[in-house]
């Protein structure tokens, strides 16, 4: 709800670390002018550290433009302007025992239904996950030439931390590896 968006982000508290460090790196990652290598970004941290919040509140920002006036610090408002108002967000939260392919897929599919794009994961075959994932943001840039697609996905970790079987870590990872090297392109 848009209050609530509102005040978290009005009452957000930038500590030296978010300000002078993560989000300059965020913004560098996703910043469609920055010519720099791009890279997929986890955020890694003890439980009340503010991790969701900071990924909302860049989320946010990311996806609705006039919401970075209501950043109450002039540094990360001047590097938050960069992204503002650039991307379609999807943002959710695992909890899940499936694949992470199987929920990403899911996820992806439902919200793009919602914005107007029709797209299925199923309809190529046997490709690799990052062909699939590149197919999928045609379609989107089809729709959307001028915005970028964030997926912001959390409690990761301990999702990973249930799918300890190699294999199926290993599937879980590969799945990560693709998303990273499409953040680049």
């Not at 509140?57 to 609705?64: G, K, M, N, T, Y």
């Not at 991307?87 to 025992?97: A, D, P, Q, T």
């Amino acid at each position: 709800e848009i209050d609530y968006q509102k005040q978290l982000i009005k009452t957000f508290v930038f500590s030296k670390a978010f300000k002078e460090t993560l989000i300059p790196l965020m913004v560098r990652n996703i910043d469609f002018n920055n010519s720099n290598e791009s890279f997929g970004l986890q955020i890694v941290g003890n439980y009340g550290t503010g991790k969701s919040h900071l990924m909302s509140l860049v989320s946010l920002i990311a996806e609705d433009e006039e919401l970075v006036e209501l950043v109450n610090d002039s540094k990360p408002k001047k590097e938050l302007r960069k992204i503002a108002g650039q991307f379609k967000v999807l943002r959710f939260e695992l909890g899940n025992i499936e694949s992470l392919w199987e929920i990403i897929t899911f996820r992806v599919e439902k919200h793009l239904s919602e914005l107007g794009v029709n797209f299925s994961f199923e309809n190529h075959g046997a490709l690799p996950y990052y062909d699939k994932i590149m197919l999928m943001m045609a379609e989107f840039e089809e729709k959307f030439p001028d915005k970028g697609f964030l997926i912001v996905i959390d409690e990761m970790l301990a999702y990973l931390k249930g799918r300890s079987e190699a294999n199926l870590l290993n599937q879980d990872l590969a799945v990560l590896q693709a998303l990273g090297q499409a953040c680049d392109n």
